[in-house]
């Protein structure tokens, strides 16, 4: 595939009127970490890079807004925001590589946006050439900017079927003082339940709550003879800290929990650091359910009875349960997505994406985004809207 790289977005809009009328598939690319993420692609085309688009373009600090050009690696913008003691609170796996326009692509979302909530709240205005080369844009540079369709919301987890991103503006929070990790291991689902109520009202408000399983956590957990780690991140001032753990530890207690305790800085910074980047770790099969948060315990509990060696990062708060197997299930990618945890995702209100396997070529609409949602014909009616002729990133998402 040719991969260009244009250098102004009046540059990328020319190239993509040039593809709109000659006819050829495009494919949009960030930092390529995610790319195996989606169908593949089936046609040959011009795989069009935001590289050179990484240019600063308004950075009033004190309104607590950037607006950039979307090539820019989270890394890149990661470390201009904590010269000013700022943070774009998304947990993005291999920082120094993806970039924004990829994170706002696919939605992104981490651990902590149990706290902070998701890209989709971040992301305040928003630039991006359609299918036909025609640029547009939608919300503003303030916080309030409501008028008009909310392209902003549209374009964020549209996998670049709708546009090429090439600016945004976003949101951003202050660094808070101290962060810190309550840990505590658990045995069964009942007590998790138990705690997972607890938490969702409580008044220390964690930034993100986890639940843990499989050999690779156990050095962070209290009792490893346990089935699961339950970690708790809090953040804020060094006096709401202390209060928060202590409160925290008092209410896990009375949820049938004792034995919490806090980890180490390092420790912290490293569990943090490997939940970030599970979704992105090595397996055979990697797949992710994503249901109301009342959904996770029992999708949890299926998996780990169908492979017992699996490892499992859940944001459970938000009802996200990231699975990695060890070993393809005997029952296929299509006996475990489609007949086995499908179903059970549909009862929570929610359904399982495939992030990786071992043969994507052989992935299907249903073994890679699970039952879809929303009447279909609507889906592909916007997308006519951008793309009439059906050329960015074809066969990759849920257009049929
Ligand atoms: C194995 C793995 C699994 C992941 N799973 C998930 C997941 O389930 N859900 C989730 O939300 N995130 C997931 N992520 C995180 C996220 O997708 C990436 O970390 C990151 O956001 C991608 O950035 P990138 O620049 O590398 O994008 P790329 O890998 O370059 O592109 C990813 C997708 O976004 C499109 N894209 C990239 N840039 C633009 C742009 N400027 N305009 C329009 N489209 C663009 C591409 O066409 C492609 O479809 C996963 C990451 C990995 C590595």
Redesign the pocket.
Known sequence: MQSLQPGTVEELAGLVEQAYEQSVPM????????????LPAKTDGWGIS?EKLNRVIDFPVKDLTLTVE??ITIQALADMLANEGLMLPLD???QS???L?????????GPRRFGYGTVRDYVIGIQ?VNGKGQLFHGGGRVVKNVAGYDFCKLLT?S??TL????QATVKLKPVPEEAVTVAVSLDDGATVENCIAMLMESPTVPVAVELLYGARWSEYAGDPNRRYTLAVQLAGTESEITWGQQRLADDLKACGAPGAFALSSEAHVALWQQIQEF??AEHEL?I?VKTVSSGAVPVIEKCTETDPQCTIQSDIGNGVVTVGFEEMPETGISGLVVSQLGPLATVYHGHV?T??CPAPEDLTLGTMWGQLSGPQWLHNRVKEQFDPRGLL?PG?FVYQ
């Open positions: 494919y949009p690319l960030g930092g390529q970490t995610a790319l195996h993420y989606g935001t979307t090539g993005v796996p291999q590589q993806a970039t326009g990829g994170v706002i692509a696919t939605n992104c979302n991006a987890g996998m670049g546009g090429i991103i090439s979704p992105a990697t992710q994406e992030l990786r990133n990759r």
